[in-house]
């Protein structure tokens, strides 16, 4: 059966693909294989033999190629799970056609609205078909937007041998929402020669870099004694880490104060008690460089802490996240130039534009697949006002298929 974009998002939303931070099993939660099996159904009814879903739940699949030159063979990526976030279990989406540009009261929480006010983007969608949740959950546009675009592709390259391209590899990831989503990968298998995710927001954005990330873990040690005769002896790890916090600077690198590309440190965990107290933090920049100086600051500033609080001592460890894709793209320009003109041959002009975050193609870029991210219209992300318009979706499908073509002329 052939399904709208819009159709397929609507589907796909209602199948529970929350990822668990707290697992170490991929997928993290094993429900994501739900979609990743019914994807794999859709692709083989379209007549693409080749698709399956491996033991961790990614999805892969061949559009193959209608030409008879060889040309470098393109991969199109989302991801399967929802951010824990907010719920994303019994999704009723709602699809409000030819929206008017009035407040969206969600039926099932009337406390969340969705307003042109509080989500300026919307002023620019009157007239859409604007698809919500009902106010109990996430919608999951992010990433099932991306999914049924990629979908939809599949499905329109099938039924139009007209339109002319290479191979095209398909893939859908688990985790991605809890920094996992290429940790099983297998890049032999995928067998392409650059990618584009669908993962991004606002209709025309093309994003070619992102933060570099680092995560930073500081552990203050006190010293315990009994309350009651603790004069001289006691040193609460506890008040050390608050020093520390409190010390970290206000007015700029924390997130609340931050844009465009201004990089940050945020604390995002405080856990512990008198003896041991731990603070953990992400650590953000589009210079790689500049992350050794915001830890470096980081250091000097527990070792004042300490330094106040005789006695006590602390532990700092830093692990790599992952990194700015724009090092990997930069050398490879071609990628973002077809993705350019592909915009421009839909009727777009392209908004270059960098994420404050990361994504899948972020890593894969490191992973020897330089890999950009196109919109697919998911707006208010992991909240309970997601929403995405349905002519987005089917503009990025548009996208989707001028690389193809492009790609099939080089």
């Given at each position: 059966m052939n399904y709208t974009v819009a159709e397929r998002l609507m589907r796909y939303v209602q199948i529970d693909t929350e990822a668990d931070p707290e697992s170490n099993s991929t997928p993290s939660s094993l429900k994501q294989k739900n979609l990743s099996t019914?994807?794999?159904?859709?692709?083989?009814?379209?007549?693409?033999?080749?698709?399956?879903?491996?033991?961790?739940?990614?999805?892969?699949?061949?559009?193959?190629?209608?030409?008879?030159?060889?040309?470098?063979?393109?991969?199109?990526?989302?991801?399967?799970?929802?951010?824990p976030d907010c719920s994303g279990k019994d999704v009723k989406p709602i699809l409000h056609k030819n929206w008017d540009g009035s407040d969206l009261v969600l039926p099932d929480d009337n406390t969340q609205v969705l307003s042109k006010t509080n989500h300026p983007y919307l002023n620019e969608r009157i007239g859409d078909d604007i698809i919500t949740a009902s106010g109990k959950t996430l919608l999951g546009a992010d990433d099932k937007a991306g999914i049924a675009i990629i979908m939809n592709l599949a499905q329109v390259l099938q039924e139009n041998p007209e339109i002319k391209h290479g191979d095209i590899r398909i893939l859908f990831t688990p985790d991605e929402e809890?920094?996992?989503?290429v940790d099983k990968v297998d890049m032999k298998k995928l067998n392409a020669d650059f990618g584009y995710t669908l993962d991004g927001g606002e209709r025309g954005h093309l994003e070619g870099e992102n933060f570099s990330a680092d995560s930073c873990t500081i552990i203050f040690n006190g010293i315990s004694a009994h309350p009651g005769y603790a004069k001289g002896k006691m040193v609460n790890s506890q008040k050390v880490a608050a020093y520390f916090i409190n010390s970290l600077p206000s007015n700029k690198l924390a997130p609340e104060v931050t844009d465009g590309y201004e990089g940050f440190v945020h604390p995002v965990a405080v856990s512990g008690g008198l003896e041991q107290t731990k603070v953990q933090f992400i650590i953000r920049?589009?210079?790689?460089?500049?992350?050794?100086?915001?830890?470096?600051?980081?250091?000097?500033?527990a070792q004042k802490a300490v330094d106040v609080f005789p006695g006590a001592r602390f532990e700092f460890a830093?692990?790599?996240?992952?990194?700015?894709?724009?090092?990997?793209?930069?050398?490879?320009?071609?990628?973002?130039?077809?993705?350019?003109?592909?915009?421009?041959?839909?009727?777009?002009?392209?908004?270059i534009t960098n994420i404050r975050g990361g994504t899948d193609g972020s890593r894969l870029s490191f992973m020897g697949l330089p890999c950009p991210n196109i919109f697919t219209g998911e707006m208010a992300i992991?909240?309970?006002l997601e929403y995405v318009s349905v002519q987005d979706m089917q503009k990025a499908v548009d996208v989707c298929i001028e690389i193809s073509k492009i790609i099939s002329t080089h």
């Open positions: 019914l994807l794999v159904e859709e692709l083989k009814a379209m007549g693409i033999n080749d698709a399956e879903m491996d033991e961790f739940g990614y999805v892969y699949a061949t559009v193959k190629s209608n030409i008879d030159n060889k040309v470098p063979t393109v991969c199109f990526c989302s991801h399967i799970d929802t951010a809890i920094g996992r989503g920049d589009f210079v790689t460089a500049k992350l050794a100086e915001h830890e470096n600051m980081l250091h000097e500033l830093v692990k790599e996240q992952y990194r700015n894709m724009k090092e990997i793209l930069d050398g490879q320009p071609h990628v973002m130039l077809i993705a350019e003109q592909a915009y421009k041959n839909a009727g777009l002009n392209p908004n992991h909240s309970k």
